[in-house]
């Protein structure tokens, strides 16, 4: 459970961990088309059959280590928002640390999703869980893309990933560094 954030926060933020009861609150953001082709659930028939299984890839993080998303719940209201995370992949043959995110359409917009990255990112860093960090994301999703310059990240490549073509977006620890020093 190395990767997990389970139990930090942001200033908006509590972090958790994805249980069973989340289901039909998640449900949501597959019921949107765009959204299972971006985080390569595409090809599977129904929204119902998309979160379970992403469900399922959750669950199989979180019992080996590979990190995993944590539900983000907004301090003031309890409102589950959206999912950040660490994720442990592998991208043309090399094993990275990924910021993986997605909010609820309701949230979006508001800024929640450069916060929960941010924050895991700091995490991620300030535990010396890798050198750089990257957010693999989709070519047509422009909002991540905004969300990971905001996270200080730069593309560094155009590849191919589960079938997807994707940008690879990447910050490293000595970028991150400089970044605290100017602010």
């Not at 954030?5 to 509590?14: D, P, Y």
């Not at 409102?79 to 359409?105: A, N, T």
């Not at 957010?135 to 310059?149: M, T």
Request: net charge positive; charged share 25%; hydrophobic share 35%.
């Amino acid at each position: 459970m190395k990767y997990l954030l389970s139990n930090q926060e942001t200033q908006r933020i509590r972090f958790r961990l994805l249980n069973r009861d989340d289901f039909e609150t998640w449900l949501k953001l597959f019921q949107e088309k765009e959204v299972a082709g971006f985080l390569g659930f595409g090809k599977i028939p129904t929204a119902e059959l998309q979160c379970e299984e992403w469900f399922k890839l959750q669950e199989k993080r979180y019992a080996n280590d590979l990190g995993g998303m944590n539900v983000l719940i907004e301090k003031t209201t309890n409102r589950f928002i959206g999912q950040c995370g660490l994720l442990v992949q592998e991208v043309d043959e090399k094993k990275e640390l990924e910021i993986g995110y997605s909010v609820l359409p309701y949230f979006r917009n508001l800024g929640y999703a450069s916060e929960a990255a941010q924050k895991c990112r700091d995490f991620a860093f300030e535990n010396n869980f890798s050198n750089s960090l990257i957010s693999i994301i989709h070519v047509e999703n422009k909002p991540s893309e905004k969300v990971a310059v905001k996270n200080g990240m730069t593309k560094t490549i155009q590849t191919v990933y589960k079938g997807m073509p994707v940008n690879i977006y990447r910050i490293t620890k000595n970028e991150w560094l400089n970044l605290k020093r100017i602010n």
